[in-house]
């Protein structure tokens, strides 16, 4: 009898191990499972955000985000956007006869400087001809305010449109046609819905949320109106749709490694006027 029990007893103790070798077992194939589910879920988040952010080498129009990259941005003031509304900056606005001094340099975004009461429009005068853009204010307050700013005070004037790509977008707006260039700060985003670009939009460029500064773009194609809305839309062109559009266009870089930069002619800004109404 002793002996049958010792044998129980024994075949008890390795039964409990065999369990507790398998729960082991158990956990362990969980703890992986979980480390590879969060391996996964890291990947996607970075391919959806190259895709949103864009990448200069991507070789399909269609997937080409609008980017500017900003290097001031990271260390000048950003007038974010609170409770709906546009927080404005500190900067003095320009003259709004244009009768100041060019200015490529500022220390901050603009105070609010146009009338809500009022309407504005553009007229572009480029070497390629003339459009004329409705600002829209009731859409985009703040970047309305701040593009009016910029065009009283003679930023555009003389700047060339450092990329374009046929049937997608051209992009102006940056002093040094390099693509870095911008006037110092960031404003907020003021983004639309899906699918409210049209031909003849104009939105800002950015290097990420809330780093608008003075680079926009035009869009001058049916791919550009396939964007996502990750671009603050202030402005739709009214006048030279079938003139002034179709030429800077043509101009555009079509070769896919180039990512449009630079256009095959170059498209120079000569003068922004803004009209107050």
């Not at 044998?7 to 979980?34: G, M, Y």
């Not at 002034?244 to 000569?270: C, F, M, Q, W, Y």
Request: aromatic letters at 6%.
């Amino acid at each position: 009898m002793g002996t049958d029990k010792r044998l129980r007893q024994k075949e008890n103790r390795r039964t409990r191990l065999t369990e507790v070798a398998q729960q082991t077992q158990r956990q362990k194939l969980r703890r992986r499972v979980i480390r590879i589910a969060v391996l996964i879920a890291v990947v996607v988040g970075v391919v959806a955000l190259v895709y949103l952010t864009g990448n200069s080498n991507d070789e399909s129009p269609t997937e080409v985000s609008v980017d500017s990259t900003v290097a001031a941005s990271t260390e000048s003031s950003i007038s974010p956007i609170v409770a709906g509304q546009f927080t404005y900056g500190l900067g003095e606005c320009a003259p709004s006869d244009g009768s100041g001094e060019q200015v490529r340099e500022f220390t901050d975004a603009p105070k609010l400087c146009t009338d809500p009461t009022k309407s504005y429009t553009a007229v572009v005068t480029t070497n390629k001809g003339e459009f004329t853009i409705q600002l829209d204010l009731t859409r985009a307050p703040g970047t309305v305010n701040n593009f009016v700013n910029l065009a009283r005070s003679k930023y555009f004037d003389g700047t060339v449109c450092h990329r374009a790509i046929p049937s997608f977008v051209v992009q102006c707006g940056d002093p040094t046609a390099t693509g870095s260039g911008g006037p110092g700060y960031s404003i907020a985003d003021e983004l639309p819905g899906a699918g409210e670009y049209k031909l003849g939009s104009l939105a800002m460029a950015n290097s990420g949320p809330n780093t608008n500064g003075s680079q926009f773009f035009i869009i001058t194609g049916e791919q550009g109106m396939t964007l996502p809305p990750s671009y603050t839309l202030f402005g739709q062109i009214t006048n030279g749709l079938e003139t002034t559009v179709p030429a800077l266009d043509k101009a555009g870089n079509a070769d896919p490694a180039s990512n449009g930069v630079p256009p095959n002619e170059e498209l120079r800004i000569t003068k922004v006027t803004i009209i107050e109404n």
